[in-house]
């Protein structure tokens, strides 16, 4: 059974930082895509970065040169720094996963089938 248990968000001042991570467990597919999106109040989920089992990355223009994605497979965790957030950063936070069948990890929420329980980060003007 595939777990992931998101932690590190919470309330910062807009220009501030936070880092996320994901512990993952029970995963087996050694070719997968994993990820974060986000999801603010009446807005729909959106996916804000990637990494694939070769090392792949992919951003969302909007976090692009402030936020980045990064995996410690010795502890089967998933990273994201967020630096220089805005207001606009605050939403709900999700980690996902899905076995990787492409060349690039897509961007939809419908192709991951696994996913964390959300954790909330809020940017203060």
């Known amino acids: 059974q595939v777990q992931l248990v998101e932690s590190g968000g919470g309330s910062v001042q807009s220009g501030g930082s936070l880092r996320l991570s994901c512990a993952a467990s029970?995963?087996?597919?050694?070719?997968?895509?994993v990820g974060w999106f986000r999801q603010a109040p009446g807005k729909e989920r959106e996916g804000v970065a990637f990494?694939?089992?070769?090392?792949?990355?992919s951003y969302a223009i909007s976090v692009k040169g402030r936020f980045t994605i990064s995996q410690d497979n010795a502890k089967n965790t998933l990273y994201l720094q967020m630096n220089n957030l805005r207001p606009e950063d605050t939403a709900q936070y999700y980690c996902?996963?899905?076995?990787?069948?492409?060349?690039?990890?897509?961007?939809?929420?419908?192709?991951?089938?696994?996913w964390g329980q959300g954790i909330q980060v809020t940017v203060s003007a």
């Open positions: 990494i694939d089992s070769d090392g792949n990355i």
């Open positions: 029970g995963y087996t597919h050694s070719h997968y895509c």
């Open positions: 996902a996963a899905a076995p990787r069948t492409s060349q690039t990890c897509p961007g939809s929420s419908s192709f991951y089938p696994y």
